[in-house]
């Protein structure tokens, strides 16, 4: 089975760290994803990446940065942490090929609470 | 890009009944993915069912099947014989290439 790991379930950081989320994946896929998830928004794509290096804005990136070096490794950098990025963060991946197989779906994390005060 | 509606935020059942959770999108391409995916406590995403756009048959697994209106871009899931297990939230997603979009999510309670 594919798993895609988070570091961290919670974390505590205060207004104006540096903090780093990250996220691994074991099945040599290509894409790889932050959601954010918030009660009555559901989830929202901040960032994703499609190759190594590579990387595409989702809806919301403003205050978030990511980096991917490795094809396993995807994480994503609040640079100055502030309270309104208190929110449960979602690590996905996949192989998406079109070709309507089996393994066109998103294979997700854990997810990891931040609480930021 | 894509967007996705769900308009019921939560929603109950009693056991062993029938629930549908609605859900409707907008996309500009004719060659998409849906899906729902379902979060319980856990907080584990389970993908619960997924539909090509291309393929006019309606998917099923087991319990759960989907009422898929492409015209109208409406992807309602339906649940059969509701279990307590069922107790979630559920989302609603669509695929264009390699992202994917998600709904505001239902929560659904099963009531014993």
């Known amino acids: 089975d594919v798993k895609v790991t988070q570091s961290s379930r919670y974390l505590v950081k205060r207004t104006g760290e540096k903090v780093f989320l990250e996220c691994v994946q074991d099945m040599d896929h290509e894409n790889m994803f932050w959601y954010r998830q918030d009660p009555g928004l559901g989830l929202r794509l901040i960032y994703f990446?499609?190759?190594?290096?590579?990387?595409e804005k989702g809806d919301i990136p403003e205050g978030y940065s990511v980096s991917r070096e490795k094809k396993e490794r995807f994480s994503l950098i609040l640079e100055s942490a502030s309270t309104n990025q208190t929110s449960m963060y979602l690590c996905a991946s996949s192989l998406f090929l079109g070709t309507g197989g089996s393994n066109e779906k998103l294979f997700f994390g854990s997810g990891t609470q931040l609480s930021v005060l | 890009a894509q967007t996705v509606t769900q308009s019921q935020p939560e929603m109950s059942v009693q056991e062993a009944e029938t629930v549908t959770l609605s859900c409707t999108y907008d996309?500009?391409?004719?060659?998409?993915?849906l899906f729902w995916y379902k979060q319980p406590p856990s907080r584990q995403m389970i993908l619960v069912i997924r539909?090509?756009?291309?393929?006019?048959q309606n998917a099923t697994e087991n319990r759960f099947s989907v009422n898929f209106q492409k015209a109208a871009k409406s992807f309602s899931l339906k649940i059969s014989d509701s279990q307590l297990g069922d107790t979630a939230m559920y989302f609603c997603a669509t695929m264009e290439s390699v992202d994917m979009r998600f709904g505001a999510g239902t929560r659904l309670t099963v009531k014993p």
């Open positions: 990446s499609y190759d190594v290096k590579m990387k």
């Open positions: 996309t500009s391409e004719n060659n998409y993915y």
């Open positions: 539909q090509e756009a291309y393929k006019q």
